[in-house]
Every structure is written in C-alpha cells, then in structure tokens.
C-alpha cells in the first residue's frame, strides 16, 4: 500500500513539474484567466450586467409603484458566472488532457512506465490528480476575484453556497478530464485526443438536450448522465448525494478505462 | 538468471521470433548479436515484459516475465531502442523520477543518483534540461536510467546507437564493469562489441537463434582459422564461380581492391577475394591448382584468420527472404510503440 502511494506521488510531481516548464501550460492559464476574467466583469460591470439590470428593475418598480420581489443578487451572480465557466472548459480541458498519454507514447516513455514496478492505476491515478491539481489552481485567481465582489455584498452571501459551486466546477472538470485521459490513452496524437475530447465533451453536456427528445423513461435515464444537469444542481447549492456519485463514477470510470486501455495495448504491439 | 525456452511471438501472420532458447549465467554478459529486424527488439521487449510471448516462457531470477511481470519488473533495468526520456526534466530530475518508481528507498536516492552519473560520465550535466543534450548524452542518460537501481539483471537494446568512438569505448568499459554483480544482456548488430564486451554470444538471424557459445569459440568451431586472400587477375565473378565448386570453401567474397597500401588497382581486370574454408582443411593447393587451370594469374596469396564477422555472414547468408519480412515487422513495431 506504502508502495502504490509512493508511485502514485511519483507520477504526481513529475506531472506537476512538467506543467512548470511547459510553454503550453503557461498559454492555457493566460487565455483562461484573461477570458474568465472577461466573463466575471461582463457579467458583473457590463450596461446589460448583472448589477444595472438589478437596477433597472428597481427603478422601474419605483415609477411604476409595485415593489419587486427582492433578488438576491450576489446569488445570481455566482449562478451566472459558474455557468459560463462551465462553458469555457469545454475549450480548456482538452487541451489539458490532450497530452497525458498521448505524449508519453510519442516520446516512448511509456515502455519506462510499462517495465517499472508500478501498477497502470497508478499511473493514471497520479496523472489525474496532477491535472485536476493544476486546473484547480487555474481557478485561484477567480477566487480572489469572487471574494473581492461578494465581500461586498450586503446581507452577505453565506458561503456555502459558493463553495459549493466551486466544488462542483472543479469535479465536472476532473470527470472531463478522467475521460480525456482515457481518450489520449488510445493514440499517440495529442491533436487527435484533443479533438475526440472536445467531441465527446460536447456530447456529454448535451446529453440532456438528447434525453428531452427522447422522453419517456428512458430519456429520464439518459437525463441522470449529464454532467451539466448535475452540475448546475451544485451551482444552485443544492447538495445532491446523487451529483457526487454520478461525478465520481464519471472519475472511476476514465481511471478504469485509461488502466484498461494501456494493460491492452500490450497486445496490440505490432 | 535468465532462462528463456522457446519463446515464439507471431504477429498477424508473421513469425517475429520462432522456438527461441537461452540461457544467461549469473554475472554473465551475454551478447544477442543480429542484423536489423532479426527480432533483437522483440525478444528484449519480451523479457522487459513490455510484450507478451505468443508461446513460451521466459524467466528472470526466477519470475515468468509474464505471470509474474511485477517482481520481474522490480529486478531488471531496461534501456528500450530509444531511450524513453522526458526532455523537459533535468538529467537529476529525471534520474530521481526513475529511482522514485522504480521504488528505489527515499534514503538510497542521492548515493545511487550520483553513483550511476559518475559511472556515465553525466556529472557535468546534472542540472541540464534533457532536451538540450545530445544524442549521444540522451543515450548515456538512458543507459543511466537503467542501472540507476542496481538491478540484479539489466537488458540493454542497442545501447551503444549514436554515440562516437570514444563514447563507444567507455560505454563497453562500463558495461564490463557491471559483469560480475549483474547479469546482461545487451542487443547489438555490431560486430567487435560483442567480441570486446560479450562473454557469450547468442546469434539470432530471422527470428531464430543460430549459435550461442563464446566470441572465441564460435570461430574457432565454425570456422577455424583457415582462410585466404587471393588476388587475381580476371574477372571476379567466375573466378568466385570456380572456387565455389571446391568443397571445402564455405565462403567467397570479394573486397576491394584497393589493398593495404592504398593504391587503386591499374588494371580494372585485377580482384582481389577473400576465401573461408571448412575448419581442418587446407584447399590452398587444389584453389591456386582450379584458377590456373581456367587462366587466371595470381598475384598473391595469403593465409587470413577469420573473424566474428565471417561466422556472423556465415550464419546469415541463407533465408534472406524472411530477413526482409522480419524488416517491415519491426518498422511497424517501432512505429506502434
């Protein structure tokens, strides 16, 4: 047991590292923080953001003479600004997981990995969590971000309810990314992974567009696999048991198949 | 230490290796000597438990490489054709990582790390980036990465591609420093390493293994140290053709003419052969006897002893067909990996 966490640690920091020197990596974060950026002002700021068409509404309550129901605005806003960033990592995480396997067969370094004690859930494992780990510091900034606005906001947010979202974005962005890995496990083109990726990324969050045309049982079967359904449960700081598991399963799955798929390319050598 | 009995692996409809069988004493160099595509990569890849054996078993200290690939995998080092390097890390770095996953104790690290450096000559280039190194630097980090561990048994493919001369020599010096407490195997399809570093060598051509014995051995038995070289005048084709017919010459071929001196023949009806006999025999008499008969002139004859080489021609002359089929099978594997 000592051992496997050992290894998982391993392949762990050398991921992490790599991202320390990786021009890509460094691209990434900027686009990311220079367009979530962009979303949180435009959001916030803009003539058609949230806090003038809060008050607009007010204004016209006044002349008009019926109070509107109160907003809570600060709620509203995080909601928003969730949701559009859920939108923005189905541009980033590809181009995260792209590489994870896909660059190791290129380069060869998988017959290391393949012909050193360690066991391929390892690996996989120790990758996942090295990507979600840089991707979870993408998200840093924006929280400083966030706490500046709703610091100011009065009565104030409770803060569970942020939180919440956040853990949400960031377990959307592991089970997309667990499924990236598997993804990139199955070819030696970064490009092609990417692509594929953004494919069945698409495909996942549109699941429930699919599930309503279906409808009836099965449609609501079909519905319980969105990944957006399940996150935008979350945003809502609505604590579902059942989003958890479904996330999870999503994660399980990717380690499982990228395990899988790397165990069975031994036999497919030719 | 190493035992590996009729190993075959098939791939689609091709036979990479076929009935392939050997054995690796304890602290022995052992020298898996072939032409490209002979299945060199695939019986390595074997015993790396990269690959697994269509049938056969192969065995490291005891462990099937394939029933028992994770303690086999804790005993060998394993220097693949292209050494597998993360250009990004640093020569230490990435030594580290290997010790780290090879589960090499946290308190060994830095003692071992700095051992398999100096032994490589690498200590110069500790902090530089992977990327930045040449070829024959990436290829010294690779054979790093392999002993870095201390494995009782390493296996080395072609551990000695793309380095100089120089580079060559210390790299043999280091592999023969190894013998003794590790067992080796190294994959090569140059002649003199085997002979300079092997104590045994396995010749393996089409996939399958022709000869296994001692450097010295091999000529001795197969060849002996009877052999000729002719210079004639005439045409060097018949002149082949009138040798053949005397049986005891297993070997003619020609070289170039221009001998030891340097100067390039003045008559272009001048060809110079060079002639292996079966061991024993002595046909010197009855060649010089056969190309006068048929009007050639001799300028000169000499005895010539043998070498590693000759066997090696010797052993993989017949079944050119296969070799070529062999060539595309590992184009296509090196290009899957």
Redesign the interface.
């Known amino acids: 047991m000592g051992v496997v966490l050992a290894n998982i640690i391993a392949i762990y920091r050398r991921e992490l590292q790599s991202y320390f020197v990786s021009p890509l990596a460094y691209a990434i974060a900027g686009a990311f923080w220079f367009i979530s950026g962009l979303f949180f002002v435009l959001i916030l700021l803009s003539p058609e953001g949230i806090l003038n068409s809060v008050a607009a509404l007010d204004i016209q309550g006044q002349q008009i003479g019926v109070p509107v129901p109160p907003i809570d605005v600060p709620y509203e806003f995080v909601r928003a600004f969730l949701d559009r960033m859920g939108w923005l990592l189905l541009f980033v995480l590809p181009i995260l997981s792209m590489g994870l396997y896909a660059e190791e067969r290129k380069l060869g370094t998988l017959e290391l990995l393949a012909t050193s004690p360690i066991t391929n859930w390892a690996v996989a494992l120790g990758k996942l969590l090295g990507v979600v780990t840089f991707f979870t510091t993408l998200l840093l900034p924006l929280l400083v971000l966030e706490a500046i606005a709703l610091n100011n906001s009065n009565p104030p947010i409770i803060p569970t309810i942020p939180l919440l979202g956040h853990l949400g974005l960031i377990l959307l962005a592991a089970a997309i990314l667990s499924i990236g890995m598997f993804i990139s496990s199955l070819t030696n083109s970064t490009i092609l992974a990417a692509v594929l990726t953004f494919a069945v990324i698409l495909l996942l969050l549109f699941v429930d567009l699919i599930a309503k045309n279906i409808g009836g049982p099965l449609g609501d079967i079909i519905a319980h696999f969105s990944l957006l359904k399940h996150y935008s449960n979350l945003t809502q700081g609505v604590w579902d048991t059942s989003s958890l598991i479904l996330f999870a399963s999503y994660i399980f799955l990717g380690i499982f198949l990228t395990a899988q798929s790397i165990d069975a390319l031994r036999f497919q050598r030719q | 230490m190493i035992e590996v009995e009729h190993l075959n692996k098939v ?2 409809s091709t036979r990479a290796i076929h009935d392939v069988t050997f054995n690796v004493e304890p602290g022995e160099i052992l020298g898996f000597l072939g032409p490209n595509g002979a299945g060199k990569t695939t019986t390595m890849r074997i015993l ?5 054996a269509t049938s056969g078993t192969a065995r490291i200290a005891g462990y099937d490489v394939h029933q028992d690939s ?1 303690s086999v ?2 005993k ?1 080092g ?1 220097l ?1 054709e ?8 640093t020569v230490e ?1 990435f030594l580290y ?2 010790a ?4 090499l104790p946290a308190g060994d690290r830095p003692g071992k790390i700095k051992a398999a450096m100096e032994r490589c000559n690498l200590l110069e280039k500790r902090h530089v ?1 992977i990327r930045k190194l040449s070829k024959g630097y990436k290829q010294r980090v690779g054979i790093a ?1 392999a002993i870095v561990h201390d494995p009782p048994a390493i296996i080395l493919d072609e551990p000695t591609v793309g380095l100089d001369p120089r580079q060559i020599i210390d790299v043999r010096n280091l592999i023969k420093s190894l013998a003794g407490s590790h067992t080796i195997i190294l994959s090569t399809h140059i002649l003199p390493e085997v002979s300079m570093t092997c104590n045994r060598v396995a010749i393996i051509n089409g996939g399958k293994v022709v000869a296994t014995n001692t450097p010295e051995n091999l000529m001795t038995q197969l060849v002996g140290n009877s052999g000729y070289e002719i210079e004639i005048e005439g045409e060097a084709d018949f002149a082949k053709q009138i040798i053949q017919q005397i049986g005891s010459v297993t070997l003619v071929e020609s070289i170039s003419s221009v001998g030891m001196h340097g100067q390039t023949p003045q008559d272009p009806n001048r060809a110079r052969l060079r002639l292996i006999c079966q061991p024993g025999t002595e046909p010197g008499k009855e060649i010089v006897a056969a190309l006068v008969a048929a009007g050639f002139g001799i300028y000169e004859i000499k005895r010539a002893n043998a070498t590693l080489e000759d066997v090696f021609l010797q052993l993989t002359k017949e079944e050119k067909k296969l070799e070529l089929t062999e060539d595309l ?1 590992t184009t ?2 090196g290009e ?2």
Not at chain 2, 82 to 89: A, G, K
Not at chain 2, 100 to 103: A, Q
């Open positions: 791939y689609g790396a438990g990269y690959l697994p994770y995998r804790q060998i394993y693949p292209t050494p597998p390097l993360y250009p990004e890390m770095g990582f290997v780290r996953i090879k589960g980036i990465h099978v296509e594997e899957a990996a």
